[in-house]
C-alpha cells in the first residue's frame, strides 16, 4: 500500500535492493537468536528455515553484503551479526520521539526490544496536558509544544507516529521541521514529507486483511481439494503462504 513518499529508489546508494534491506531485521532476528545460544555457525539453509525466508534468496541477500560463507562451513554467526548490524545502521544509537501516548505509544514506550536494537525512546509527547508529567515506561510525559526543543536537543532523527489520523500530518510536518528525517507512521493516514524523509507505514489491520486472503483461499482448496489416497497419512492440504511479498516484514514502505 503506497502511503505517502520516501523518495528513495529501488536500489540503495551502495547497490542494496530494498528487497534486500527489507529482509535484513528478519536474518538479523535469527541470527541474534542463534548468537544468544552460543552457535557459531549456520548453514544457508538453517538459518533461511529460521529467518522464514528461502535460502536462494538469503545467499543472493548475503551477496549483496560480501559475505558468502564457507562451503561445508556455513556462516559465521558473530561476524553476520556485525555485518548487518553496520549495514542496517545499528551499531550506533539512535534516539527516538514517540508522538501520542496513549494505548499503542504507551504500550511501543514499554516494548524493550526497542533499546537492545539500539533505538533509545529519548521523549514521549502527547498533547494532552493531563498526561504531562505522568510517568510511562519510567520517564515523563512531554507536552507537544516542546516537540521542536525536545527533538533539537536529543538529536533526534526517527519520530513515532501513534495518534488519531486527524492529526499526523501536522505532527509530522513539525516533526520534519525540526530535523526528523524517519517517520514510523501507526496513524491510519497518508503523509506527505519532503524529499529526504523516509516515511514507514505499520498497518496490523492490512495483515490481518492478508491473513483473511489466505484463509479464504484455504477453506476455498479444502473445499474442492480430491480426498487424500487412502494408504497416505491425510496431511495438511495446503503448503504454508507467505505474503504477496514473500518474506517481507509487517511494515510497510510508505
Ligand atoms: N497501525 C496499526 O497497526 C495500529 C494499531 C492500533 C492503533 N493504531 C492507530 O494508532 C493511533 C493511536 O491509537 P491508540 O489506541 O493509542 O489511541 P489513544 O486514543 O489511546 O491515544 C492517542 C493519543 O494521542 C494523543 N494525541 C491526539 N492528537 C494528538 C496530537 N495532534 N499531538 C499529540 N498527541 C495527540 C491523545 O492525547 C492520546 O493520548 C490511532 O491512529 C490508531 O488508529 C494503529
Known sequence: MATGRTHRPATRSRGIPEATVARLP????????????????????ELATAAGVNSAKLRKDFSYLGSYGTRGVGYDVEYLVYQISRELGLTQDWPVVIVGVGNLGAALANYGGFASRGFRVAALLDQD???????????????????ERIVTE????????????????????????????????FAPTVLS?????DVRKVDLSIELQILAF???RKAGEDATA???P???????????????????????PA
Do not use: W
Open 26 to 45: 528478519l536474518y538479523l532476528r535469527a541470527l541474534t537468536a542463534l548468537s544468544e545460544r552460543s552457535v557459531p555457525t549456520v548453514s544457508s539453509e
Open 129 to 147: 496536558p493531563a498526561l504531562t508529567g505522568r510517568t510511562v515506561a519510567g520517564m515523563p510525559v512531554s507536552h507537544t509544544d516542546d516537540l
Open 154 to 185: 536529543n538529536g533526534v532523527s526517527i519520530g513515532v507516529i501513534t495518534i488519531p489520523a486527524g492529526g499526523a500530518q501536522q505532527v509530522c510536518d513539525r516533526l520534519v521541521a525540526a530535523g526528523v528525517t524517519s517517520i514510523l507512521n
Open 193 to 197: 514529507v519532503p524529499e529526504g524523509v
Open 214 to 216: 489466505h484463509e479464504q
Open 226 to 228: 480430491p480426498a487424500a
Open 230 to 252: 487412502a494408504e497416505l497419512p491425510a496431511g495438511p492440504h495446503t503448503t504454508p503462504r507467505k505474503g504477496p511479498d514473500g518474506d517481507v516484514p509487517a511494515v510497510m
